[in-house]
């Protein structure tokens, strides 16, 4: 069984920052990529940021220049650092995790339950 647990989220002012994270733990032999997704009411739900294993990002462009995604593969967390934020920024963000399962090392994913980052004055 996997574990991920989200944190950071918030009301914040137009311009502001957040930091979101994704923790994750159970049954994991290894962590391929690791993702932020969004998805406002009434949207889709929209790939924000990528990292792989070897560190490689792939930024979605609504948000490239002000959002940084990183991971500390020591802890099995994956970070978001949002800066400038937007009122259209506004959605619940969801981590997802593509890993390799303790036991039988198969590839599988896994999504958090969503934080909800609210920008608005």
């Known amino acids: 069984q996997v574990q991920l647990v989200e944190s950071g989220g918030g009301k914040v002012q137009p311009g502001g920052s957040l930091r979101l994270s994704c923790a994750a733990s159970g049954s994991i032999f290894s962590i391929n990529t690791m993702s932020w997704f969004r998805q406002a009411p009434g949207k889709q739900r929209d790939m924000v940021a990528t990292?792989?294993?070897?560190?490689?990002?792939d930024i979605a462009d609504s948000v490239k220049g002000r959002f940084t995604i990183s991971r500390d593969n020591t802890k099995n967390t994956v970070y978001l650092e949002m800066n400038s934020l937007k009122p259209e920024d506004t959605a619940v963000y969801y981590c997802?995790?593509?890993?390799?399962?303790?036991?039988?090392?198969?590839?599988?994913?896994?999504w958090g339950q969503g934080t909800q980052v609210t920008v608005s004055s």
């Open positions: 997802n995790i593509w890993y390799r399962e303790a036991r039988s090392r198969n590839l599988a994913s896994y």
């Open positions: 990292i792989t294993s070897s560190n490689s990002t």
